[in-house]
């Protein structure tokens, strides 16, 4: 059992080198020769993609890495190798990592694309990775561009977020539960009576062009006109809040309200939602819910040179204290556009319509994409593997006994043929004994025998007038009653273990069908926990989901074709014994009879 196991393992290895998804680069250019592999990432920003019409100039990407866009063992085990290259493969990008698990194999890596063409899927990027020596390479500051003066990833499970820009606006206290599970890795959630975040004043935090705010927001409850994120200068306040389930903004001077947005616009509970905010001197203040512009006012003052107090969660009073779950805090000091506000949204959106993910590639030589065996083969889980390995006991079974039972009864009916032959030559019943030599496999060949023993037993050896003594009706009968004993015997014996083969055909299909659907309930599982739904995520699990059900039907397919050419041979063997007792009988009654 050890040796044949030693030997599956070896010929998946060979299949998976031989006929593996592994595609050797077609392109002549390699960025560096250090990087073993390397993934094109192309960017669809068609109406049947992320829909943006615009050219996006410098915005961050976030790629949600999993086992269906990345080997990761391929990778070190911090993902400090991975490094991203501009189409010219020359230009290396800014990209830092905000989440590596090479156990449950997902990644939060952010990217800086220069420039992504609106209404096309011509632009791609390159992901480089599989350099055991590759040190560093990463930069947070340089993902963001300078307009974003602040960037919370909030996956901090304690202490205060970090401001992941290179400005370095780290958040002075925080009070909310963090480490939660949210829309983009970790991030806060709010109780609504006390917890916020505040960010302390910083000359970088000037908003003199002009200041765009944007989060990904789930609330549970209606608001009591609580204030989701305050900014104040010396002179004006700046709020967005929610009243109920409306989201608004209002600027005042003083007390004077100087523009507000009508609260028209309705969050729906317990859903994620992207949220973003913009306002400017002479400009209008627009409310952005999941990309589409829903409310504007416009205003024409906008004193935020310089910034006194910022709070998220609260108002700057210590008051209106929000209650819900934030994630992915950006902040930029000038008015983004309206296809940069859909960029950011469908970059960091759970459902990746923005970026996707190529074939992998080798940096030697070149080639065909095989079979995707090795892909299969990498993402089956260890409840698979279980299943497998049940079915793979079964077919180990199943060929042994189709092999052997096949043989045997090629054998039996090769002696079987050659027996009936001589028996039918032969004038004396009793001369075919002692030639197991002959017709040792053959089952008429054991009715001879132990009819010819009956016989002996029955009317001895002894010869009076070169005859035996005559039989009796009723030996004839014991006669016949004996080498049917036999009979059942053989027939047992050609049946043994052909229910095994009835088991691999009706139970192979079934197992197969239930590590299947458990593997399916895991791709779903894992989906949930990465927050991303793609094609590219969904198909690498499902198809070594559906590797349980191909070994089933390769168990139950197999055995089927045996089982029916076995109980075709056994039938065709029963009958030659039931035929041959008739003549047996027949031909001693025949011999008494002389």
Same mark, same amino acid.
């Given at each position: 059992m050890k040796n044949f196991f030693k030997m599956m393992i070896f010929v998946l290895m060979a299949a998976s080198f031989f006929l593996g998804d592994t595609s050797f680069a077609e392109e002549s250019n390699w960025w560096n020769e250090n990087w073993q592999y390397r993934k094109k990432i192309t960017f669809d920003t068609t109406q049947t993609g992320s829909d943006i019409k615009e050219n996006l100039v410098g915005i961050p990407v976030l790629l949600r890495l999993h086992s269906g866009n990345l080997d990761f063992t391929k990778a070190l085990e911090n993902g400090s190798d991975i490094r991203f290259v501009k189409a010219d493969d020359k230009t290396e990008l800014k990209h830092h990592i905000e989440y590596y698990d090479t156990i449950d194999e997902m990644a939060l890596v952010w990217v800086n694309v220069p420039m992504i063409s609106g209404a096309s899927k011509q632009d791609y990027i390159w992901m480089y990775y599989g350099n055991k020596n590759a040190m560093g390479g990463q930069d947070a500051g340089g993902t963001y561009d300078a307009n974003q003066v602040a960037v919370y990833h909030l996956g901090e499970a304690e202490g205060s977020p970090s401001d992941s820009t290179s400005y370095k606006n780290n958040v002075g206290s925080v009070m909310a539960t963090q480490g939660m599970s949210m829309v983009i890795g970790n991030g806060i959630s709010m109780n609504g009576a006390g917890d916020r975040i505040i960010i302390p004043s910083s000359p970088s935090l000037n908003f003199k062009d002009g200041i765009t705010f944007s989060t990904w927001i789930k609330i549970r409850t209606s608001q009591n006109d609580a204030c989701l994120f305050a900014v104040k200068s010396k002179d004006q306040t700046l709020d967005v809040r929610i009243n109920g389930t409306k989201i608004y903004t209002v600027l +005042? %001077?003083?007390? +004077?309200?100087?523009?507000? $947005?009508?609260?028209? /616009? #309705? !969050?729906?509970? #317990?859903?994620?939602?992207?949220?973003? &905010? $913009?306002?400017?001197?002479?400009?209008?203040?627009? &409310?952005?819910?999941?990309?589409?512009?829903?409310?504007?006012? #416009? !205003? %024409?003052?906008? +004193?935020? %040179?310089?910034? $006194? #107090?910022?709070v998220i969660g609260s108002d700057v009073n210590s008051g209106a204290y929000f209650s819900g779950d934030l994630d992915e805090i950006n902040i930029s000091n000038v008015i983004r556009s309206d296809a940069w506000i859909r960029g950011l949204d469908v970059a960091e959106g759970p459902e990746s319509l923005l970026a996707g993910f190529g074939d992998e590639e080798m940096s030697e030589g070149g080639g065909e994409k095989g079979l995707y065996l090795s892909t299969i083969i990498k993402n089956i889980t260890i409840d698979t593997i279980v299943i497998i390995a049940i079915l793979t006991v079964f077919a180990m079974i199943s060929w042994i006994i189709m092999i052997s039972k096949g043989y045997n009864i090629w054998l039996m009916e090769r002696d079987n043929k050659d027996f009936v032959e001589s028996f039918k030559k032969t004038q004396d019943l009793m001369g075919l004994e002692n030639k197991d030599d002959e017709f040792g496999s053959s089952p008429l060949y054991s009715l001879y025998l132990d009819g010819c023993r009956e016989v002996k037993a029955l009317v001895g050896d002894a010869v009076k007038n070169n005859r035996r003594s005559r039989m009796t009706r009723n030996a004839l009968e014991a006669v016949k009653i004996s080498i049917e004993r036999v009979y059942m015997k053989e027939t047992h014996k050609l049946n043994a273990w052909i229910v095994f083969l009835t088991m691999a055909i009706t139970g192979?299909?079934?197992?197969?069908?239930?590590?299947?659907?458990?593997?399916?309930?895991? /791709?779903?599982?894992?989906?949930?926990?990465?927050?991303e739904a793609s094609i590219m995520a969904v198909a690498p699990g499902v198809s070594s989901a559906l590797a349980a059900t191909v070994c089933g039907l390769l168990v139950a397919i197999p055995a089927l074709f045996g089982y029916n050419y076995l109980t075709g041979g056994i039938k065709r063997i029963s009958g030659d014994m039931d035929l041959f007792i008739s003549e047996f009988i027949a031909k001693l009654e025949q011999e008494e009879e002389q």
């Amino acid at each position: 059992m050890k040796n044949f196991f030693k030997m599956m393992i070896f010929v998946l290895m060979a299949a998976s080198f031989f006929l593996g998804d592994t595609s050797f680069a077609e392109e002549s250019n390699w960025w560096n020769e250090n990087w073993q592999y390397r993934k094109k990432i192309t960017f669809d920003t068609t109406q049947t993609g992320s829909d943006i019409k615009e050219n996006l100039v410098g915005i961050p990407v976030l790629l949600r890495l999993h086992s269906g866009n990345l080997d990761f063992t391929k990778a070190l085990e911090n993902g400090s190798d991975i490094r991203f290259v501009k189409a010219d493969d020359k230009t290396e990008l800014k990209h830092h990592i905000e989440y590596y698990d090479t156990i449950d194999e997902m990644a939060l890596v952010w990217v800086n694309v220069p420039m992504i063409s609106g209404a096309s899927k011509q632009d791609y990027i390159w992901m480089y990775y599989g350099n055991k020596n590759a040190m560093g390479g990463q930069d947070a500051g340089g993902t963001y561009d300078a307009n974003q003066v602040a960037v919370y990833h909030l996956g901090e499970a304690e202490g205060s977020p970090s401001d992941s820009t290179s400005y370095k606006n780290n958040v002075g206290s925080v009070m909310a539960t963090q480490g939660m599970s949210m829309v983009i890795g970790n991030g806060i959630s709010m109780n609504g009576a006390g917890d916020r975040i505040i960010i302390p004043s910083s000359p970088s935090l000037n908003f003199k062009d002009g200041i765009t705010f944007s989060t990904w927001i789930k609330i549970r409850t209606s608001q009591n006109d609580a204030c989701l994120f305050a900014v104040k200068s010396k002179d004006q306040t700046l709020d967005v809040r929610i009243n109920g389930t409306k989201i608004y903004t209002v600027l +005042k %001077e003083g007390e +004077k309200v100087l523009g507000t $947005t009508e609260q028209t /616009v #309705d !969050i729906s509970l #317990d859903a994620w939602h992207n949220l973003a &905010v $913009t306002a400017g001197a002479k400009q209008r203040m627009t &409310v952005f819910l999941d990309s589409l512009k829903m409310t504007w006012t #416009d !205003i %024409e003052s906008f +004193k935020f %040179e310089t910034v $006194t #107090d910022m709070v998220i969660g609260s108002d700057v009073n210590s008051g209106a204290y929000f209650s819900g779950d934030l994630d992915e805090i950006n902040i930029s000091n000038v008015i983004r556009s309206d296809a940069w506000i859909r960029g950011l949204d469908v970059a960091e959106g759970p459902e990746s319509l923005l970026a996707g993910f190529g074939d992998e590639e080798m940096s030697e030589g070149g080639g065909e994409k095989g079979l995707y065996l090795s892909t299969i083969i990498k993402n089956i889980t260890i409840d698979t593997i279980v299943i497998i390995a049940i079915l793979t006991v079964f077919a180990m079974i199943s060929w042994i006994i189709m092999i052997s039972k096949g043989y045997n009864i090629w054998l039996m009916e090769r002696d079987n043929k050659d027996f009936v032959e001589s028996f039918k030559k032969t004038q004396d019943l009793m001369g075919l004994e002692n030639k197991d030599d002959e017709f040792g496999s053959s089952p008429l060949y054991s009715l001879y025998l132990d009819g010819c023993r009956e016989v002996k037993a029955l009317v001895g050896d002894a010869v009076k007038n070169n005859r035996r003594s005559r039989m009796t009706r009723n030996a004839l009968e014991a006669v016949k009653i004996s080498i049917e004993r036999v009979y059942m015997k053989e027939t047992h014996k050609l049946n043994a273990w052909i229910v095994f083969l009835t088991m691999a055909i009706t139970g192979g299909p079934f197992l197969g069908l239930l590590g299947t659907v458990w593997g399916v309930m895991n /791709v779903f599982a894992s989906l949930a926990e990465a927050g991303e739904a793609s094609i590219m995520a969904v198909a690498p699990g499902v198809s070594s989901a559906l590797a349980a059900t191909v070994c089933g039907l390769l168990v139950a397919i197999p055995a089927l074709f045996g089982y029916n050419y076995l109980t075709g041979g056994i039938k065709r063997i029963s009958g030659d014994m039931d035929l041959f007792i008739s003549e047996f009988i027949a031909k001693l009654e025949q011999e008494e009879e002389q």
